[in-house]
């Protein structure tokens, strides 16, 4: 069977979404077609750094149950988050993690001249599991899987035999969770994801590369154990999505999903925005049953994603997927709801705007007034709870102090403030030519320095809702040269930094090009 992906140029694309013929980013840059097979998801492929520096590597020679004196390795000292109470600071532990190798002779040691010695990686639970990284050619869609077997029947993984996973699980739980349930009032990451992993192999391989990677990248992991990890998730993921695996039932699916996606977004190359995600958002759609179980976690899934496209598009300045449609309670309406349906409601708008801003049809001036009217609306309509407790002004003149009671209401005004950013620049009613186009575009420019000051305001006085320092962040990247004020333009880089350090995404980087505008 020929691999999913482009083979021709040796790069990496994702499976097609919403009808479109799938593309990678080397082939669209330099015009060729795409020569790949269609599938709904693609294999991470050993042209990466990381994987290819793994696979050269010669065999360990590490016995099994050899302690780190007996295989002559060396310690990685590492802090790790393990606990962080809400608006509390963090919880820093600092541990020594083991650096062992497993016990398979498909596992490569690392030329301790490149980096250090991979951690050891232990299969939860089973000594048989182990396995080097994998290649479009070795796995077959008809493979059984381990993990081909009813919910209820699966094996516990838990407790764990080695420390360093249970330091990434809980990395995760207390860590990266926060982003996956921002605005989800039920926390499903949290509180049945995790669970899940104690029992799905795939869940818990996902989770574990997930959060190594982001150590990782935050100089606190070796970069080689996220690799290896995917690659596990991977073998028994795809055999899994083959087989039509009643463990990875629609819930779980979307769940995965959305953590290698998260994972794939973390590797892209410095300078690049991704066009491709290890599995595209079809899996997502086509999971949206109403009647399935853990139907509710498939919709906390879908509005994440339809968060991280958005981000994905405002930055690329492209059309973001259709996704809000099959989106429970994200209708145009003002009809009375809860605070977290009114918060949907506007993240779905954002995505319409978005739609009308770097769309193919001309934008009209009646598309451009319903946007305007529904913005204008949900304003006013809004629940009351949606104002701040607090605030020290509405962005006039410097960056205000925002507080919020929720994080529903914190995306609720950013998502808001977004939108009115987007439609003035984007009105048809300001003049190409003559006299007035100045005085437009100087008052233009003057309400989006306003509109950004309160969107940051808001993370500048309330850390507790990281997600929305990225939403800020994203603001910065795209509007920060609107700004001329020096200690503006610093706080504005302070800022910038600590979005891209909590995701640690390399497109968000706009710190370089924003200082060459502004000449610090």
Request: aromatic letters at 8%; hydrophobic letters at 35%.
């Amino acid at each position: 069977m020929n691999p999913p992906g482009c083979r021709q140029n040796g790069c990496q694309t994702a499976g097609p979404g919403d009808g479109e013929k799938p593309s990678c980013s080397p082939c669209q840059r330099s015009g060729r077609e795409c020569n790949q097979v269609a599938y709904p998801f693609t294999f991470r492929d050993g042209h990466k750094k990381s994987a290819s520096v793994l696979a050269s590597t010669p065999k360990s020679q590490k016995q099994p149950g050899s302690s780190q004196g007996d295989s002559g390795t060396s310690p990685i000292d590492s802090e790790i988050l393990l606990a962080r109470p809400p608006g509390r600071p963090f919880l820093f532990i600092h541990s020594t993690v083991d650096i062992a190798q497993e016990d398979s002779d498909d596992h490569r040691q690392q030329d301790a001249s490149v980096s250090p010695v991979p951690p050891q990686l232990h299969s939860p639970g089973s000594a048989d599991d182990a396995g080097g990284l994998i290649s479009p050619g070795s796995i077959s869609l008809s493979e059984p899987s381990q993990a081909r077997l009813s919910p209820d029947s699966l094996p516990r993984l838990w407790p764990l035999r080695d420390r360093s996973e249970g330091m990434l699980i809980c990395y995760f739980q207390n860590e990266l969770s926060t982003w996956f349930d921002y605005c989800d009032q039920s926390r499903h990451f949290a509180n049945q994801v995790v669970q899940a992993a104690s029992k799905h192999r795939i869940i818990f391989y996902a989770i574990t590369a997930v959060s190594a990677r982001h150590l990782a990248i935050l100089k606190k992991w070796d970069p080689l154990a996220a690799d290896r990890y995917q690659a596990k998730c991977l073998q028994h993921f795809i055999p899994a999505l083959a087989n039509r695996d009643p463990a990875l039932e629609g819930d779980f699916l979307c769940a995965v999903t959305l953590i290698l996606r998260l994972y794939d977004e973390m590797t892209v190359p410095a300078g690049e925005s991704p066009s491709g995600h290890v599995l595209d958002t079809g899996i997502l759609i086509r999971s949206q049953n109403p009647e399935a179980k853990g139907y509710s976690l498939c919709q906390a899934s879908l509005f994440v994603a339809i968060r991280q496209e958005i981000f994905i598009c405002f930055k690329a300045q492209k059309v973001p997927p259709p996704l809000s449609q099959y989106l429970d309670d994200g209708s145009r309406t003002i009809d009375p709801a809860d605070d977290f349906t009114w918060t949907r409601r506007i993240v779905a708008h954002t995505e319409d705007v978005l739609t009308f801003a770097y769309g193919s049809q001309s934008r009209s001036k009646e598309r451009w007034a319903e946007l305007k009217a529904y913005l204008d609306s949900w304003d006013q309509h809004r629940p009351s709870s949606f104002d701040p407790i607090w605030s020290s002004g509405d962005g006039e003149g410097g960056f205000p102090e925002m507080w919020f009671a929720n994080d529903c209401h914190v995306s609720g005004q950013q998502y808001s403030d977004i939108c009115h950013i987007l439609l003035a620049v984007h009105d048809p009613h300001i003049p190409i030519l003559g006299l007035d186009r100045l005085a437009a575009c100087v008052s233009v420019d003057h309400l989006i320095r306003k509109l950004v000051r309160r969107i940051c305001g808001i993370v500048l006085c309330d850390r507790r809702y990281l997600p929305a320092a990225t939403v800020a962040g994203m603001a910065i990247a795209m509007c920060g040269d609107r700004f001329t004020d020096r200690s503006e333009q610093e706080k504005l880089l302070g800022i910038l930094q600590g979005a891209e350090a909590h995701m640690t995404w390399s497109f968000l980087i706009a710190e370089d090009r924003l200082r060459s505008i502004w000449g610090i």
